[in-house]
């Protein structure tokens, strides 16, 4: 039990508190990063020359969009309004391993909301890598084939990092939840990587080299996997 003006605040709260504040600092990171490296790959590689304008295609982005703000959000809401302790309701999705003591567990939590933090280098490189291509379900008028870093091991690694910062939320959280959108990100992450390469390979500039790249690296989000 700690101290501070006067006001109690136990462990638990301590750990919420760190969770929390680690959840917002990363999303509000993100949000400013993602801006402004839309900004620079529209300034250098220029609009975009074609883009799914399919129902399914629009569907899908905010799906995964919405699934992936959920845990995140949902979180911040139970443990803020009810003065940074996990309320009843969202403790029913907690996760539920008996072997690890308590103590134990709020480590592991602190130590998975400093990776979720850290996670902002992995989106930083990717995007870095990425440059002028980075856009959602088009191809670039100045378009190239990215092959290298993350894209040397797997097609989509933005995907990837994503994926990863739910499963860390899920020990932060010590909750169901961020899994649950992992499962319906997986979902439309599989059919918008499809649409994504399908656009790529229907560009006569993209086509002959991303078909190399794709034989060169088969794995799309996990290596070895899929």
Same mark, same amino acid.
């Given at each position: 039990?700690?101290?501070? &003006? ?18 917002? /600092? ?5 949000? !400013?990063?993602?801006?402004? +490296?839309? !900004? ?16 399914? @295609? ?20 139970? /443990?803020?309004?009810? !003065? ?22 709020? @480590? ?5 909301? /400093? ?38 091991? /797997? ?11 739910? &499963? ?5 959280? +010590? ?16 059919? !918008?990587? &499809? ?13 002959? &080299? ?17």
């Amino acid at each position: 039990m700690y101290y501070l &003006a006067g006001i109690h605040i136990s462990h638990t709260q301590t750990v919420e508190a760190i969770v929390a504040a680690s959840t917002v /600092v990363t999303l509000s990171r993100l949000v !400013k990063k993602q801006r402004k +490296w839309f !900004k620079k790959a529209e300034n250098d590689g220029g609009k975009t020359t074609d883009r799914s304008n399919t129902f399914m @295609g629009r569907f899908v982005t905010r799906v995964h969009s919405y699934a992936i703000m959920a845990a995140p959000l949902s979180y911040l809401a139970a /443990v803020v309004s009810n !003065k940074f302790v996990q309320p009843e309701w969202y403790i029913k999705a907690s996760l539920n391993i008996p072997a690890i003591e308590a103590d134990t567990r709020l @480590g592991i939590r602190i130590a998975a909301a /400093v990776a979720f933090l850290g996670s902002v280098w992995c989106h930083e490189i990717i995007l870095g890598e990425l440059g002028k291509q980075f856009h959602f379900i088009a191809v670039r008028q100045n378009a190239n084939v990215v092959s290298t870093g993350p894209y040397a091991v /797997v097609r989509h690694p933005l995907y990837t990092t994503l994926l990863g910062q739910l &499963a860390i939320l899920s020990v932060a959280y +010590w909750s169901w939840i961020p899994l649950a959108s992992f499962g319906i990100c997986i979902g439309a992450f599989g059919y !918008k990587m &499809a649409l994504e390469e399908r656009l790529i390979e229907e560009d006569p500039t993209m086509r002959d &080299a991303y078909t190399a790249y794709k034989s060169k690296v088969p794995y799309k989000i996990f290596p070895y996997i899929w």
